[in-house]
């Protein structure tokens, strides 16, 4: 009997090996809990993708969401850097499979904000599957599809957009409905995110403590495939405008920027 069992074992090991390679678990992601409260007057946390930090990244002490420090995050005409007019700070591991977390800061549009075009001031993009051989670039060009998830500001009104074509910067769509955003007040964000490749995968945002993602009937969580791949996203917060440079140079101020386990720990 015990041979028998053993032999049609082998036998089923051996009709999966010929059909390929024999599917393999991969672990849960690891949850990090960051602060970026700029309350220590340095971007020692972040990753820099800007031009210039003399002038795009400036810590001030007025105006300020909670402390003594914020961010004055500026973008001019022609900061081009990355194939992208762009002046961002990146947060990377925080966005990885499996992981549920939380992700939370404030921002202020300055009343000098004169641009009407759509400028990203958060995404979570994603990254290339270096152990399938993808790579940043030249092939596959991961860099010309839009992110899983960003939040759009364009015209006084802060979008919720998602993409779920890898190979696409046309095929986004918008979650819920946009929110009005006055100029020179703050907003506090707060985004639940569980990250999956599939479509257990789900965002739940709140702008100063009012969900944005629509009702499902059962809570406000909005289900969709949000990584491409099991290498993650990251996060980065800012001002990205892709391939159209801003008209004018404008400015958005950010404080608050935490990542964790639950609302509590990362709303201001």
């Given amino acids: 009997m015990k041979n028998s069992l053993y032999l049609v074992s082998i036998f089923v090991l ?3 090996s010929s059909c390929g390679k024999l599917p393999s678990s991969e672990p849960n992601g690891t949850l990090i809990h960051f602060n970026g409260d700029f309350e220590n007057a340095t971007f020692s946390n972040f990753h820099y993708l800007i031009p210039d930090t003399s002038i795009n990244t400036i810590i001030v002490t007025n105006p300020v969401r909670k402390g ?10 022609d900061d081009y850097i990355n194939n992208g007019y762009r002046a961002e700070l990146a947060v990377y591991n925080c966005a990885e499979y499996k992981t549920d977390v939380f992700y939370g800061f404030s921002f202020l549009i300055d009343p000098n904000y004169t641009d009407s075009s759509y400028n990203l001031i958060c995404q ?7 152990s399938q051989g993808e790579n940043w670039q030249p092939h ?12 759009v ?6 979008a919720i957009k998602m993409n779920d074509n890898p190979q696409s910067n046309n095929h986004t769509f918008l979650v819920g409905s946009p929110t009005s955003i006055l100029k020179g ?12 490749d599939n479509q257990t995968a789900f965002l739940e945002l709140w702008v100063d403590g009012e969900l944005k993602t629509p009702f499902n009937g059962i809570d406000n969580k909005y289900y969709q ?7 993650g996203n990251y996060f980065k917060f800012g001002q990205y405008r892709g391939k159209n440079n ?15 386990s639950s609302y509590n720990e990362v709303s201001p």
């Fill in 14 to 16: 051996f009709l999966l």
């Fill in 68 to 77: 003594n420090y914020a961010l004055k995050n500026t973008l001019r005409p």
């Fill in 124 to 130: 979570w993009q994603d990254l290339p599957n270096y």
């Fill in 140 to 151: 596959p060009n991961l860099r010309g599809s839009s992110p899983p998830i960003a939040l």
């Fill in 153 to 158: 500001y364009v015209n006084g009104k802060l």
């Fill in 185 to 196: 007040e703050w907003y506090d964000v707060v985004a639940h995110i569980y990250w999956n």
């Fill in 225 to 231: 495939r949000n990584l491409f791949n099991r290498d």
């Fill in 246 to 260: 801003p008209v004018h140079e404008n400015t958005i101020f950010f404080d608050e920027v935490k990542i964790g």
